[in-house]
Protein backbone atom coordinates (compact mmCIF):
# COMPACT_ATOMS: atom_id res chain seq x y z
CA UNK A 1 0.00 0.00 0.00
CA UNK A 2 1.28 3.53 -1.14
CA UNK A 3 1.04 6.19 1.72
CA UNK A 4 1.39 9.91 0.10
CA UNK A 5 3.38 11.60 2.43
CA UNK A 6 1.98 15.31 3.02
CA UNK A 7 4.22 18.47 1.75
CA UNK A 8 5.68 20.46 4.39
CA UNK A 9 6.19 24.17 3.97
CA UNK A 10 9.58 25.31 3.41
CA UNK A 11 10.45 27.38 6.65
CA UNK A 12 13.28 28.91 7.62
CA UNK A 13 15.46 28.01 11.23
CA UNK A 14 15.82 30.54 13.73
CA UNK A 15 18.68 30.81 15.95
CA UNK A 16 19.27 29.64 19.47
CA UNK A 17 19.02 33.16 20.45
CA UNK A 18 15.60 33.66 18.75
CA UNK A 19 14.27 30.63 20.19
CA UNK A 20 15.14 31.32 23.76
CA UNK A 21 13.86 34.78 22.63
CA UNK A 22 10.22 33.48 21.82
CA UNK A 23 9.71 31.30 24.47
CA UNK A 24 10.95 33.58 27.60
CA UNK A 25 8.26 36.27 25.25
CA UNK A 26 5.23 33.54 25.60
CA UNK A 27 5.83 32.73 28.78
CA UNK A 28 5.43 35.91 29.36
CA UNK A 29 2.53 36.75 28.61
CA UNK A 30 1.15 33.68 29.67
CA UNK A 31 -0.04 35.87 32.94
CA UNK A 32 -1.89 39.21 31.81
CA UNK A 33 0.15 42.32 33.29
CA UNK A 34 -2.73 43.35 36.13
CA UNK A 35 -2.08 39.88 38.04
CA UNK A 36 1.64 40.05 37.46
CA UNK A 37 1.67 43.11 39.36
CA UNK A 38 -0.66 41.51 42.13
CA UNK A 39 1.88 38.57 41.95
CA UNK A 40 5.11 40.50 42.55
CA UNK A 41 2.91 41.94 45.83
CA UNK A 42 2.80 38.12 46.87
CA UNK A 43 6.45 37.57 45.96
CA UNK A 44 7.25 40.75 47.46
CA UNK A 45 5.48 39.76 51.20
CA UNK A 46 7.25 36.85 50.66
CA UNK A 47 11.05 38.44 50.75
CA UNK A 48 9.94 41.06 53.48
CA UNK A 49 8.35 37.88 55.66
CA UNK A 50 11.80 35.80 55.16
CA UNK A 51 14.02 38.95 56.02
CA UNK A 52 11.80 39.33 59.19
CA UNK A 53 12.31 36.00 60.48
CA UNK A 54 16.05 35.14 59.26
CA UNK A 55 14.33 32.06 57.04
CA UNK A 56 16.19 31.60 53.85
CA UNK A 57 14.92 33.03 50.49
CA UNK A 58 13.87 29.48 48.69
CA UNK A 59 10.72 28.23 50.84
CA UNK A 60 10.26 24.78 52.56
CA UNK A 61 6.99 23.42 53.87
CA UNK A 62 8.01 25.15 57.43
CA UNK A 63 8.78 28.31 56.44
CA UNK A 64 6.05 28.52 54.07
CA UNK A 65 3.65 26.75 56.17
CA UNK A 66 4.63 30.04 58.55
CA UNK A 67 4.39 32.39 56.43
CA UNK A 68 0.88 30.99 55.61
CA UNK A 69 0.18 31.38 59.21
CA UNK A 70 1.73 34.97 59.86
CA UNK A 71 0.08 36.46 56.91
CA UNK A 72 -3.41 35.20 57.73
CA UNK A 73 -3.24 37.51 61.14
CA UNK A 74 -2.25 40.06 58.98
CA UNK A 75 -5.13 40.26 56.16
CA UNK A 76 -7.61 37.30 55.04
CA UNK A 77 -6.91 34.09 54.17
CA UNK A 78 -8.44 33.94 51.32
CA UNK A 79 -6.32 36.65 50.48
CA UNK A 80 -2.96 34.40 51.29
CA UNK A 81 -4.42 31.99 49.86
CA UNK A 82 -4.11 33.77 45.88
CA UNK A 83 -0.64 35.03 47.74
CA UNK A 84 0.23 31.74 47.28
CA UNK A 85 -0.66 30.99 43.58
CA UNK A 86 1.05 34.47 42.67
CA UNK A 87 4.40 33.22 44.70
CA UNK A 88 4.47 29.99 43.27
CA UNK A 89 4.19 31.77 39.43
CA UNK A 90 6.86 33.93 40.27
CA UNK A 91 9.49 31.86 41.83
CA UNK A 92 8.61 28.83 39.86
CA UNK A 93 11.03 29.80 37.16
CA UNK A 94 14.30 29.81 39.77
CA UNK A 95 12.77 27.12 41.95
CA UNK A 96 10.91 24.51 40.57
CA UNK A 97 10.85 22.74 44.27
CA UNK A 98 8.08 25.45 45.20
CA UNK A 99 5.25 23.44 43.27
CA UNK A 100 6.34 20.35 45.33
CA UNK A 101 6.10 22.54 48.92
CA UNK A 102 2.70 23.80 47.57
CA UNK A 103 0.99 20.98 46.78
CA UNK A 104 2.11 19.12 50.43
CA UNK A 105 -0.23 17.95 52.78
CA UNK A 106 1.08 20.44 55.36
CA UNK A 107 0.71 23.37 53.43
CA UNK A 108 -2.41 22.56 52.18
CA UNK A 109 -3.91 21.67 55.66
CA UNK A 110 -2.45 25.03 56.99
CA UNK A 111 -4.16 26.81 54.88
CA UNK A 112 -7.57 25.35 55.30
CA UNK A 113 -6.85 25.94 58.87
CA UNK A 114 -6.51 29.13 59.03
CA UNK A 115 -9.53 29.87 56.80
CA UNK A 116 -11.35 27.65 59.53
CA UNK A 117 -10.29 29.71 62.19
CA UNK A 118 -10.05 33.30 60.88
CA UNK A 119 -12.28 33.30 57.93
CA UNK A 120 -14.71 35.73 57.65
CA UNK A 121 -18.13 36.56 55.77
CA UNK A 122 -18.00 37.70 52.66
CA UNK A 123 -19.33 41.21 52.17
CA UNK A 124 -20.69 42.38 49.08
CA UNK A 125 -21.75 45.74 47.61
CA UNK A 126 -25.73 45.94 47.29
CA UNK A 127 -26.39 44.77 43.71
CA UNK A 128 -27.62 48.16 41.50
CA UNK A 129 -31.91 47.84 41.03
CA UNK A 130 -33.76 49.33 38.65
CA UNK A 131 -35.03 52.12 40.95
CA UNK A 132 -31.16 52.88 40.97
CA UNK A 133 -30.40 53.10 37.19
CA UNK A 134 -33.56 55.41 36.69
CA UNK A 135 -32.50 57.48 40.31
CA UNK A 136 -29.39 58.05 38.27
CA UNK A 137 -30.41 59.07 34.93
CA UNK A 138 -32.90 61.37 36.26
CA UNK A 139 -30.36 63.27 38.09
CA UNK A 140 -28.46 64.17 35.10
CA UNK A 141 -30.53 64.25 32.44
CA UNK A 142 -30.38 67.83 31.49
CA UNK A 143 -26.36 67.63 32.00
CA UNK A 144 -24.23 68.92 28.67
CA UNK A 145 -21.00 67.56 30.44
CA UNK A 146 -19.01 65.27 28.25
CA UNK A 147 -17.82 63.28 31.54
CA UNK A 148 -21.68 63.11 32.77
CA UNK A 149 -22.72 61.43 29.30
CA UNK A 150 -19.56 59.10 29.32
CA UNK A 151 -20.62 58.30 32.81
CA UNK A 152 -24.48 57.34 31.88
CA UNK A 153 -23.10 55.31 29.03
CA UNK A 154 -20.91 53.45 30.92
CA UNK A 155 -23.66 52.89 33.14
CA UNK A 156 -26.50 51.29 31.25
CA UNK A 157 -23.90 49.65 28.94
CA UNK A 158 -22.68 47.82 31.85
CA UNK A 159 -26.33 47.43 33.54
CA UNK A 160 -27.94 45.84 30.46
CA UNK A 161 -24.91 43.88 29.36
CA UNK A 162 -23.56 42.91 32.96
CA UNK A 163 -19.84 44.01 32.56
CA UNK A 164 -17.32 43.94 34.76
CA UNK A 165 -15.14 47.57 35.48
CA UNK A 166 -12.77 46.32 33.75
CA UNK A 167 -14.36 45.78 30.18
CA UNK A 168 -15.44 48.91 30.98
CA UNK A 169 -12.87 51.43 31.92
CA UNK A 170 -9.31 51.63 31.13
CA UNK A 171 -6.58 51.32 33.79
CA UNK A 172 -4.54 54.49 35.40
CA UNK A 173 -1.60 52.72 35.43
CA UNK A 174 0.28 52.33 32.31
CA UNK A 175 2.26 49.66 32.96
CA UNK A 176 -1.13 47.65 33.00
CA UNK A 177 -3.19 49.00 30.30
CA UNK A 178 -3.49 46.88 27.18
CA UNK A 179 -5.07 48.21 23.94
CA UNK A 180 -6.06 44.91 22.77
CA UNK A 181 -8.76 44.95 25.36
CA UNK A 182 -10.06 48.26 24.63
CA UNK A 183 -13.96 48.10 22.50
CA UNK A 184 -12.78 50.08 19.26
CA UNK A 185 -15.31 52.79 17.65
CA UNK A 186 -15.10 51.01 14.34
CA UNK A 187 -16.90 47.61 16.33
CA UNK A 188 -20.34 49.93 17.00
CA UNK A 189 -23.39 48.99 15.24
CA UNK A 190 -25.90 51.22 15.98
CA UNK A 191 -30.01 49.98 14.85
CA UNK A 192 -33.10 51.74 16.34
CA UNK A 193 -33.68 49.09 19.32
CA UNK A 194 -30.62 48.30 19.81
CA UNK A 195 -26.14 48.58 19.48
CA UNK A 196 -23.85 45.88 19.03
CA UNK A 197 -20.11 46.04 19.79
CA UNK A 198 -16.72 43.54 20.27
CA UNK A 199 -15.73 43.15 23.67
CA UNK A 200 -11.91 41.88 22.58
CA UNK A 201 -11.26 40.20 25.23
CA UNK A 202 -12.13 39.50 29.13
CA UNK A 203 -11.56 37.71 32.45
CA UNK A 204 -12.78 34.39 30.47
CA UNK A 205 -11.47 35.31 27.43
CA UNK A 206 -7.79 34.62 28.07
CA UNK A 207 -6.74 34.21 24.19
CA UNK A 208 -8.39 37.19 22.49
CA UNK A 209 -11.67 35.46 20.77
CA UNK A 210 -13.52 38.25 21.70
CA UNK A 211 -17.37 38.40 22.67
CA UNK A 212 -20.06 41.26 20.67
CA UNK A 213 -22.13 42.70 23.30
CA UNK A 214 -25.73 43.17 21.95
CA UNK A 215 -27.50 46.13 24.22
CA UNK A 216 -31.06 46.22 23.48
CA UNK A 217 -33.74 48.64 24.40
CA UNK A 218 -36.96 46.94 26.73
CA UNK A 219 -40.29 48.48 25.76
CA UNK A 220 -41.32 47.50 29.67
CA UNK A 221 -38.53 49.72 31.46
CA UNK A 222 -38.84 53.63 32.43
CA UNK A 223 -35.61 54.14 30.61
CA UNK A 224 -33.99 53.10 27.27
CA UNK A 225 -30.11 53.00 27.02
CA UNK A 226 -29.98 53.81 23.13
CA UNK A 227 -30.44 57.56 23.27
CA UNK A 228 -28.34 57.89 26.30
CA UNK A 229 -25.40 56.24 24.50
CA UNK A 230 -26.57 58.22 21.18
CA UNK A 231 -25.89 61.26 23.31
CA UNK A 232 -22.15 60.00 24.11
CA UNK A 233 -21.25 59.18 20.86
CA UNK A 234 -22.59 62.71 19.83
CA UNK A 235 -20.17 64.50 22.58
CA UNK A 236 -17.35 62.17 22.12
CA UNK A 237 -17.49 62.58 18.26
CA UNK A 238 -17.48 66.54 19.02
CA UNK A 239 -14.49 66.52 21.10
CA UNK A 240 -12.28 63.79 19.81
Given at each position: MNHQQSRQPIWQPWTHDELKRG????????????????????LNSWIAFANMHHFPFEPNINTLSFFIVYMSHQISPRSVK??????????????????????????????????????????RKRALSLQDVAFIIDRFKYSQNHNNFLFLALLVTGFHGLL?????????????????????????IMCTLEYEFLLPAHKADKFFEGNHMLICAFPSLSFSPIPIFLSYLSSRDHYF
Open positions: CVLAVANAVDSSTCQAYRSASYLSGLVQQLEPDLPSICEVWSSRIITKAMHGCLKMRGTEVKRFGELTFPDNPAICNWRKVSKHSSL
